[in-house]
């Protein structure tokens, strides 16, 4: 992810958006979770990626999005996704962590 992120500010972008995968009803994705073929991140893998890209991102880039979820009986997991706050507040103590002040969103 960190390359993605690198070539895409190479590219030139005015902000960036960060979102999850879901899994949401409906799809192969669902059906290859309900057979235990796949496992969305944790909050923490999520919280670890996200610090990490928001931490390679040059200042004057701001972030719109960094989070997201889907209705709530489309979703199927992660469950972590219904509660924006936890993953604020988590971002925001990795981002501390990191020694970065907190991001503010547009």
């Not at 309900?34 to 990490?52: I, S």
């Amino acid at each position: 992810y960190l390359n993605s992120i690198r070539s895409v500010i190479n590219v030139g972008v005015d902000g960036l958006k960060i979102h999850p995968l879901l899994v949401v009803k409906g799809t192969p994705l669902a059906e290859s979770w309900k057979r235990g073929e796949f496992e969305p991140p944790t909050l923490e893998q999520y919280v670890e990626a996200a610090t990490a890209m928001i931490l390679e991102t040059p200042l004057d880039i701001p972030f719109h999005r960094l989070t997201s979820s889907a209705p709530y009986p489309m979703l199927l997991a992660p469950d972590w996704c219904r509660r924006r706050v936890q993953v604020f507040t988590a971002l925001t103590r990795s981002l501390v962590e990191a020694g970065r002040k907190p991001i503010h969103l547009l």
